[in-house]
């Protein structure tokens, strides 16, 4: 057996193909390295890989540390041991992303409420189980320190991804005004955004629990006041963006976006801005 190194995403990262030609991701040291194409015999070099990953996935490779691609996947192996559905390798990367996130908001001081927490813990007590699993794993394998109120944030993604094995997330009821609120980004800032790329599947995810919480009367409810009064001063485009925002679900939807809320989409937003180097 030899894979074929077609693309690298980073020094220890590539895209692959096998020898059936299905596409991988492949993870080993220093599989970048070499110039591209090239094909390798000893499969020894590569320590793991990953099948059927959506493109829109495969830069977060290279965007997020490798020990916590690596924890990871070990969550998604003990994850696939504990449920009778198929689970995408996409797990890996979004809950990679999302832990990634995590970290760099702790390390902020930025503390994140699980409001749907007792909702999930009562309605979805095994993916609940899983998530604090998950939480136990990460913790260990990163010194990461996350709160216990992650497992449920943890568990969300299980569940995701469960319900992405017959059909993807969809919320046809918000599919509309999703929309429209990309447009007021899009018009905003006049940049494009890529529907394909993750960094926007990360927005439309955040904005359908967004508005789940809302039309459930449970906003985020935490201590960062100060932390969104800094946002607002350090980034007053996207806060002005954001507030347009409020304003638009306000007239549309009758909610009123309270300030943790505004913080969190604020943070999205710039994420949205930052890929395209605003």
Same mark, same amino acid.
């Given at each position: 057996?030899?894979? #074929? ?5 980073? @020094? ?18 220093? +599989? ?19 099948? @059927? ?11 997020? %540390? ?24 996409? $797990? ?22 699980? %409001? ?13 189980? +899983? ?10 394998? $990163?010194?990461?320190?996350? %709160? ?14 469960? @319900? ?30 890529? #529907? ?83």
């Amino acid at each position: 057996m030899n894979c #074929k190194l077609g693309k690298k995403i980073n @020094n220890n990262v590539a895209v692959c193909l096998d020898n059936e030609n299905h596409e991988l991701i492949a993870i080993g040291r220093g +599989l970048g390295f070499p110039e591209m194409p090239y094909e390798i015999t000893d499969l020894s070099s590569i320590r793991r890989t990953f099948y @059927n990953v959506d493109s829109m996935y495969v830069g977060l490779a290279k965007e997020i %540390p490798e020990d916590i691609i690596d924890a990871s996947a070990e969550v998604v192996d003990m994850i696939r041991m504990n449920v009778n559905v198929p689970i995408s390798s996409n $797990l890996v990367f979004t809950l990679a992303d999302h832990i990634h996130f995590a970290i760099q908001r702790r390390k902020t001081g930025m503390v994140i409420a699980a %409001p749907m927490r007792y909702d999930i813990e009562n309605l979805y007590s095994d993916e609940y189980e +899983l998530g604090e699993k998950a939480l136990a794993i990460f913790n260990k394998r $990163l010194k990461a320190h996350l %709160p216990t109120e992650e497992a449920s944030n943890l568990a969300l993604h299980i569940i995701n991804a469960k @319900n992405m094995s017959e059909a993807p997330l969809k919320n046809e009821e918000n599919s509309d005004l999703i929309s429209e609120i990309t447009d007021i980004i899009a018009g905003f800032f006049s940049l494009y955004i890529d #529907k394909h790329d993750f960094n926007y599947s990360r927005f439309v995810t955040h904005m359908q629990y967004l508005l789940k919480r809302e039309t459930q009367g449970k906003s985020l409810n935490t201590d960062n006041q100060q932390m969104y009064a800094d946002a607002r001063k350090n980034y007053p485009k996207v806060a002005e963006c954001v507030d347009q925002i409020a304003e638009y679900l306000q007239q549309q939807r009758g909610f009123t976006l309270e300030d943790e809320e505004k913080l969190y989409l604020m943070m999205h937003v710039n994420r949205l801005c930052a890929k395209e180097g605003l």
